[in-house]
């Protein structure tokens, strides 16, 4: 069924058919409408789940770390500050290997406030252990949620569904809520390994000596850098489990295909703008008006940024002449994130093509097309060092 | 940049409906074979009854450009005093529609080489009997007969859709009334 409806009531409506069992969420602008949508559902009926409404984010994720020990299926969302917020439990879930949900409608950080649309939020957050998923328009949100399920219940590692706030999270666009029993069949109920129970009473995460040693059972369990090398590896790991099941999702609902990064206009490009969420669909009008100038012009959206998908990044740009990387953050005193991680990421190309950094979009600064435009041509003709602002005005 | 597009800014007060009206068209023009169609509401710090904006963009083909509208090919304002506090014109293509709600005829304004529409839509829903500050159908059935875009049935269908348990019968009858009611000025 075709609705149109806005980027939150995707998310809600994909948290919906996941069926999760517990939501527990503090309300932030722009996150806000997805949670009272999420609490209409439940208010009517319509999702058999508990709705716990905490008294901070921090509390919203630590419930839904006590729902996961449990075995059940959470969900919590959140934006900028409220992330921020529940980073130490960020840390925790994905220590304690918990297959948590949650949305993240992306906001520029306070101070000083702002409630518009950069990627800060998440970026900042990228070193906590969850795999961090964007998505660039309705359809992937909804999409992407219910998949999310299914690679974090597969790996036991939390993920992330960031999409941009207010550009998505508040506009309205159409797309397609999927069939309840199709997604059933896609994404069974969760069957944790283990879970807490009264009967069967243990500890979780208790204090870990540096070195590895003997457990109640007398077996050798992991110490806290074996726990830490196998997060790694299994993060590594849910690369190949992102595409196993963007496959499945892709054999029974027909969307998707491109879970790392989805290019346009790529196959014959000398230059390749890369961006992450809703900004490389607009980059496609752009792509397309430069082609017209004989400019041999692609752009790539990154899916997936945690864990990095080095080796699809080398596979589409190895034989780009320039690569352009447009961001909404800054690691302050260096250069974008993202830029850094590509660099890094071509750094053995036989070929390795100059890599370009914008920022823009900062605190919900307007991304005028025509500045897109002025940009990848400049980037296409000349060398200039990095980062340059878009639509900064000083 | 695109061709395609048919941009249409939409001028409310905060907690008029423009977003509602805006959306109801939307479905509207989704349904009626406009695969594009995005909503952008504008947020800033509105309150009740301050100006606000919203940009409607549809098109036969998925739209990629979410930002909001410079230059719109059509405004729709759904209070004429408004037209007192916000420069509606601002980026209106040459030969563009502007429809007001308003008690005056459309002859009444003038604006250089644009195509002006009015209806007295406060009126119109009045006598309806809906209650007073709920305009926006009303608007709908205005927009329908100056764009001539979409047909009047898959609009009030969309209208039934949306206010389904809220009076939907009011309101469709509020915006086939704008319809008829709706005065042309001539294009100068």
């Known amino acids: 069924m075709h ?3 806005s980027g939150n009531v995707a998310a809600a409506n994909g948290v919906k058919l996941a069926r999760a069992h517990v939501v527990a969420a503090y309300p932030i602008t722009p996150q806000t409408p997805l949670t009272e949508k999420l609490s209409e559902f439940v208010d ?11 008294e901070s984010e921090h509390s919203a994720l630590s419930v839904c770390i006590a729902a996961s020990s449990a075995g059940s299926r959470p969900f919590t969302a959140t934006s900028a500050n409220g992330l921020l917020y529940m980073s130490e439990q960020l840390h925790w879930a994905a220590g304690a290997r918990l297959p948590i949900v949650m949305c993240v409608v992306n906001r520029g950080i306070g101070a000083p406030w702002t409630v518009w649309n950069d990627q800060q939020d998440a970026f900042s957050q990228r070193d906590a252990g969850w795999v961090q998923l964007f998505a660039c328009d309705h359809q992937q949100i909804i999409d992407t949620v219910i998949q999310a399920y299914a690679i974090a219940e597969t790996v036991s590692i939390p993920v992330m569904v960031c999409y941009d706030g207010y550009i998505l999270s508040h506009t309205y666009m159409p797309f397609e809520i999927p069939d309840s029993d199709t997604v059933d069949g896609f994404l069974p109920a969760f069957s944790p390994e283990y879970a807490l129970n009264p009967a069967k009473p243990c500890n979780l995460n208790t204090v870990t000596l540096p070195d590895i040693r003997p457990d109640v059972r007398g077996d050798t369990a992991p110490g806290y850098m074996e726990i830490r090398h196998n997060l790694h590896t299994d993060m590594r790991e849910a690369l190949n489990v992102i595409k196993t099941v963007d496959e499945k999702f892709y054999s029974i609902f027909g969307r998707g295909g491109h879970c790392f990064i989805e290019p346009y206009n790529c196959e014959d490009a000398e230059y390749i703008a890369v961006c992450i969420g809703s900004l490389s669909y607009q980059l496609r009008d752009v792509v397309d ?12 959206g990154l899916r997936v940024y945690r864990p ?6 080398r596979e589409t740009f190895k034989s780009a002449k320039g690569i352009i990387v447009l961001e909404k953050a800054l690691s302050y005193g260096y250069e974008g994130a993202l830029y850094a991680d590509i660099k890094a990421a071509l750094y053995d190309c036989d070929n390795r093509p100059f890599i370009h950094n ?6 919900g600064r307007e991304i005028k097309t025509q500045q897109l435009l002025d940009a990848l041509r400049q ?16 | 940049m695109r061709e395609d597009i048919i941009q249409i800014r939409w001028h409310g007060r905060g907690g008029q409906g423009a977003i509602t009206a805006a959306k109801i068209v939307a479905s509207a023009a989704f349904s009626s074979g406009f695969a594009g169609v995005v909503m952008t509401p504008t947020f800033g710090t509105e309150r009740r009854g301050a100006p606000v904006l919203t940009s409607l963009k549809i098109s036969k083909h998925k739209i990629n450009d979410l930002s909001p509208i410079t230059e719109p090919d059509m405004v729709v304002v759904f209070d004429h005093l408004l037209l007192k506090e916000v420069d509606v014109t601002n980026g209106l293509k040459e030969g563009g529609i502007i429809m007001i709600n308003s008690p005056r005829p459309a002859a009444d304004y003038s604006y250089k080489g644009m195509n002006v529409f009015t209806s007295d839509i ?8 809906l209650p007073p500050g709920i305009i926006n159908t009303g608007v709908i059935g205005l927009f329908a007969k100056a764009t001539g875009l979409l047909d009047l049935e898959p609009l009030l269908q969309a209208i039934n859709i949306e206010f389904e348990g809220r009076n939907p019968e009011k309101n469709i009858e509020a915006a086939r009334l704008a319809y008829e009611n709706t005065m042309i000025g001539e294009s100068r």
Do not use: H
């Open chain 1, 3 to 5: 609705v149109i409806e």
């Open chain 1, 44 to 54: 009517a009926g319509e999702m058999d789940a508990e709705y716990i409404p905490v």
């Open chain 1, 289 to 300: 008006a430069l082609r017209q100038d004989r400019i041999k012009i692609g752009v790539c």
């Open chain 1, 308 to 313: 990095f998908p080095d080796e699809a990044i």
């Open chain 1, 358 to 363: 914008y920022i823009l979009g900062l605190g």
């Open chain 1, 379 to 394: 980037s296409c003709t000349i060398d200039i060092p990095v980062p340059q602002w878009i639509g900064l005005k000083m």
């Open chain 2, 122 to 129: 406060n009126s119109v829903a009045s006598s309806v009997g």
